[in-house]
C-alpha cells in the first residue's frame, strides 16, 4: 500500500469508506422493499393487479422531498431517477406494471416511460395513439403514456381526440427535454441525400435542416424509430431521432442537439382508469363545451376567474357532432378535490353543454 503524502487523501480509506456506504444503502433499500410488501399485504388481497398498489400521488410526494431534500452533489434529476427507480423495483416485487406507449423501441416515448415509471416494468410498444387507448381500456395494459404537446410545434391532435370517445383518465404527466440528434452511418455531411424523421421533429429542426442540409429530402416517416431503421438499412440517408435510437439501431450520432429551441420539451399524459386523491401540487384537465349562443365561451370560462383558478392551457377542437361544432380542452391549477376547484367544476356543469372532468393529477416532476 502507497502512503498517502501530506494534505493527499488516503485513496484506501475512501474506498473502504464507499464500500461501507454501499453495504448500508443495500440493507436500507431492501428494508424498503419488504415495507413496501407489508404495505401491499395489509390492504389488498390476492386478487389484487399491479395497477392497485400504484399512487401516482404517493410516488410524487416522496419525489418532491428528495428534491426538498438534496443538497448535492448530484443534481435534482439524478436523485430524482435514482429514487425513482427504488420505487419502480419495489412495485414490481410481485408482478411489474404493464404500461402501453407508442413505440416502436426507441422513441421519445419511451424515454417518457422510463422517466415515469422506472425500468422495472413491462413496456409495451403499439403501433398508434389509438392503441394505446384501447390496450388500456382492455385491461391489457395498466397504464399508457401518450405525447399532448410539445412547446414547438404545439399540439398532438389525436391524443385530445381520443378523450372525445374514450373513458380513461388522466392519471399523471411527463415533461420531457427533447434533444434531437442527426444520426447515421455518413462520415461527412454532404454525402447525405435525405433526411427520415417523424413530422414533428423535422419541424422543430427546420432551420437547422435549411441552413446545414438544403439539398437533402425531407421524409416524414411514422416515428424516430422507424426513421433510425431506415438509415442503419440504407445508404446516403440519416436520420433525426435521440439518443436512445442511435443506441437500439447502432448508428453514430453525427450531429448532436440540432433542435431550432434549447428548450425543446415535449408533455406526456399517463392514461389509466381510475381518478386519485391529491398530492398537494396537482393540475385538473376538462372537456367542455360551450351552448350555441352569444357570450358562451365567456360564460363557460367565468367561473374560473370567479374562484380564482388560473388556467395554464386551453385548445379547442372539433366535435365530430355537427359542422362547425367544437369542444375545448382546459387544463388548470389545483385538484378536482380542492374546495375552489370544486366550487368552480359545479358551476361549470351548468354553464357548460358538454362537461367532463378527464383527470386530476400531479403536476411533473423535472
Sequence with gaps: ?????????????????????????????????????????????????????????????????????????????????????????????????????????GTFTQAAVLKHFGHSIRALSLASIDEVFHEVESGVADFGIVPVENSTEGTVNNTLDMFMTSPLRICGEVELRIRQHLLGKAEDLASIKRVYSHQQSLAQCRAWLEQQLPDAECVAVNSNAEAARLARDEDGVAAIAGEAAAEVYGLKVLMANIEDRPDNTTRFLVIGRDLFPPSGRDKTSLLLAARHKAGALHEILFPLAKHKISMTRIESRPSNRGKWDYVFFVDVEGHAEDPKIAGALKDLEVAASLFRVLGSYPCAIL
Excluded at 404495505?39 to 400504484?54: H, I, Q, T
Excluded at 419525489?63 to 435514482?82: A, H, S, T, Y
Excluded at 420505487?87 to 416502436?104: I, N, R
Design 1 to 105: 500500500m502507497t502512503d498517502a503524502k501530506p494534505n493527499e487523501p488516503d485513496l484506501d480509506a475512501i474506498r473502504a469508506r464507499i464500500d461501507s456506504l454501499d453495504e448500508q444503502i443495500q440493507s436500507l433499500i431492501s428494508e424498503r422493499a419488504r415495507a413496501a410488501q407489508a404495505v401491499g399485504s395489509s390492504k389488498l388481497g390476492e386478487a389484487a393487479r399491479p395497477r392497485d398498489f400504484y399512487r401516482p400521488e404517493r410516488e410524487a410526494q416522496v419525489l418532491r422531498k428528495v428534491v426538498e431534500r438534496n443538497q448535492g452533489p448530484l443534481r435534482d434529476e439524478e436523485m430524482v431517477r435514482l429514487f425513482r427507480e427504488i420505487m419502480s423495483a419495489c412495485l414490481a416485487q410481485q408482478e411489474p406494471l404493464k404500461v402501453a406507449f407508442l413505440g416502436p423501441e
